[in-house]
């Protein structure tokens, strides 16, 4: 196939989240519509340079790049680990950052995903990193995606790391999860620049775009 910039980009945004569903890849790369970011996804698998795997029971299926595509964009060879209890999660954070491209006017490439982050502090111990972080008026952003209870000191030392990285925090929590969001609320006296949003929210705005 004659590769173009687009099949580039649909290439690095893979690599960089590690795995995005074909919806993700519409709105991230800007594909006119779902049946002809399908049809180029098809191509960019006939052609070896990505994959898609079923992996979970009622979730459409994950595209991955391939080692060929990784050679091609020039990133580390090694395939990235997921975990499979993580996927539901992973794919929240993939819809709060298309919900803050098209709600919130955030630019792409003012996005940097967790594996970058990461990839920033080399080869130290391990720390938290944000869901993914934003920059937008000469200001950074941490976003963090909590589907379910932490243990409290975990949860404080992660808002408390935010406040001391980032000009301000957006903490994306299910209405029913009403035990993380009044711990959030209770510590921005603490942490000023929390701001909570509820996944429905972020989920029925990126659904209604399809």
Not at 2 to 16: I, S
Not at 28 to 46: H, K, V, W
Not at 130 to 144: G, L, T, Y
Request: glycine share 4%.
């Amino acid at each position: 196939m004659r590769l173009v910039d687009r099949d580039l980009a649909v290439l690095r945004e893979l690599d960089r989240w590690r795995f995005c569903l074909s919806r993700h890849v519409r709105f991230l790369c800007e594909f006119s519509s779902q049946r002809t970011c399908d049809r180029r996804l098809r191509l960019l698998i006939d052609a070896g340079y990505i994959d898609r795997r079923h992996v979970l029971y009622g979730v459409p299926s994950l595209y991955f790049v391939t080692y060929k595509g990784r050679t091609l964009i020039n990133v580390s060879l090694k395939a990235d680990k997921f975990k499979v209890e993580q996927i539901v999660h992973d794919i929240a954070v993939l819809d709060t950052a298309i919900y803050f491209l098209l709600r919130q006017g955030v630019v792409l490439s003012d996005i940097t995903t967790e594996k970058e982050l990461h990839q920033q502090d080399g080869f130290g111990v391990r720390q938290h990193k944000p869901d993914f972080v934003f920059s937008q008026d000469s200001k950074r952003f941490a976003v963090e995606v909590e589907l379910t209870p932490k243990a409290k000191p975990r949860l404080t030392k992660n808002l408390q790391e935010n406040f001391m990285a980032y000009d301000g925090q957006r903490w994306i929590v299910p209405a029913a999860q009403a035990k993380i969001t009044q711990l959030l609320e209770q510590n921005e006296v603490i942490y000023p620049g929390i701001e909570i949003l509820q996944l429905e929210e972020v989920t029925d705005f990126v659904k209604a775009q399809q």
